[in-house]
């Protein structure tokens, strides 16, 4: 780099940023995935926000502790991976010594245009529908700690966890109400939208996927699917059509009454993954 | 907070991304100095890169790992303190568990106009600048280990550096060629800059600050202050007059043999604190 900061050519409408950190052995596994994979999840978790806003990334910046003897390249060649196949060029970062490793991405975007899609904007009445079927991460965490091998589907998804820009965008376009990443897991994080909105929900179904429980489905998280509302749910899935996108799939409805929380005929209780600290 | 992403007004103009990380034990010594003084220097330092191309500050966010029982308020009022006297709001964040306290912050900055001001533009004949006397930060962590109190004027200089956003800004005003903070000292900060220009240095004198030994001035890093080149001297000083700046102090000018690098009669070896890793 050289510099002491980055310089970015001026962005287009508003400017979006968020910051997660992974930590080996805490976010990730080592007795069962390699040290890569911890960059990869890094990068995407935090891409993952940007399309959880409806908006385009434009570079990312990559601060990393580490122990004497870490192997540092393959941590960076998980982190180049992701950081090529999302479009997000790292621009600058920070090295330094501690006993985790710990990686903390921070992703900047932009929403052309303005209208970032928050997570309070859901209506009584909205369609709720997700980006895809749900629960392969988790499904692929229990599949690798059984034995499956780096390369099986389910486990492929449990470590290079794809953010869903295209359909952030597409759904930013259509004029969906609320939005948000499902990074914790729709038992958790559709909670978190409702209560951001200040509304209920009524799911009629949840969308399982192939060799995943409906627990992992519910819970498991780092999907990182798109929950979204809308009160024009053919424009939507008319856009995801027209930009080659698999069709959203509708899983409910809002409701006015922030109380009614139910999936078919029972109250869905929060549930998910959340750090203990 | 809420949602997935901080969401900021359009920038104006060219933006500017820094990312730091601080580690409680390495950055700072805990049997010295109290945790929240950890996120002070992590916002300062990455806001001093900010100031150090001549940007003003937009927004940061701030990823923080911690083991359990870590005094995560008394942390936190040290990034709030920093953060609202350099005019940085911290608008996100992430939090995770681990063994060490890490504190990664990454700023946001804009250069009105554009001309961000790098490190590789000095060019020979320039005269070269500092904002201040050096050695402040590094006697004070020497003074407090020989047991003066927290209160004490070069340890507060080396608990609270204070990033140089107004003088940077007014260096980007007056057109110099080349800037950088030195962070890490002019021992081996000045090295840089000229390594990135392709130029060497003579300098004449080195303003030693009062309590520090040349040794400090030289190696300390962490006070902060901004080094300068520029073929206009005069109008520098105006500027900073005008804003009622401390006037910067003239210690050499840079000469076009990239192996010519001199304090005095004698070579100017490469030091300073590079962290270990």
Partial sequence: MGDDCAVLAPFVGEALISTDVAVWGVHLDPEFFPLEDLGFKAVAAAVSDIAAMGGRVRACVVAVTSPPGTDLEELHRGIA??????????????LARASDVCVAVTVLGECPGGGAVRRSGARAGDEILVTGPLGRAAAGLRRRREGASLSDELV????????????????????????????????????????????????????????ATLEEALGGGEDYELVMTTDDPGRLRMLFVDRGLATPLSIGHVVADPSVRTLGAHPLARQGYQHEL
């Fill in 156 to 211: 492929v998804a449990h470590r290079r966890p794809w953010p869903r820009l295209a359909e952030g965008q597409a759904a930013r376009g259509a004029g969906v109400h609320a939005m948000m990443d499902l990074s914790d897991g729709i038992g958790l994080d559709l909670h978190r939208l409702a209560d951001a909105s200040g509304v209920g929900f009524e799911l009629s179904t949840l969308p399982v996927a192939d060799g």
């Fill in 81 to 94: 991976d992701a950081a090529a196949m999302t479009g997000c060029p790292v621009v600058g970062g920070d």
